[in-house]
């Protein structure tokens, strides 16, 4: 294969890369002020930007892991089908629809040193 067809099958990688970020970014916006969008709206950003992420190998950014349910994909609304606790030091989400549990952060073991 020729140096410039390998060059210009990077630059596209690249370019491909880039714009599924920027969409990344636009569907995490909307998921973060959830106020003046309907719940249609809501679960359709979910949904696009789990499969955004898993068509071009990205992840979804860790301040955008608790916005919704990575089983049922259902923005998180906190307070009305989502709960919240904090339990050692280890933050737990319960969705309540479909009693799915996430555990984020290590809690305090996690710290420690034997």
């Avoid at 003046?36 to 071009?56: F, I, K, N, Y």
Wanted: charged share 30%; hydrophobic share 30%; proline share 4%.
């Amino acid at each position: 294969m020729a140096r410039s067809q390998r060059s210009k099958r990077q630059k596209k990688g690249q370019q491909r890369r880039a714009t599924a970020q920027e969409g990344q970014n636009r569907l995490i916006a909307i998921l973060n002020e959830p106020h003046g969008a309907d719940e249609r709206m809501l679960r359709s950003s979910a949904r696009h930007l789990v499969r955004l992420s898993r068509r071009h190998r990205l992840s979804i950014p860790p301040e955008a892991r608790h916005l919704l349910c990575r089983k049922c994909l259902a923005p998180h609304a906190f307070g009305t089908n989502a709960r919240v606790r904090i339990k050692h030091g280890q933050r737990i989400i319960t969705c309540l629809e479909c009693n799915h549990v996430r555990r984020h952060g290590g809690g305090p073991r996690a710290h420690r040193r034997i």
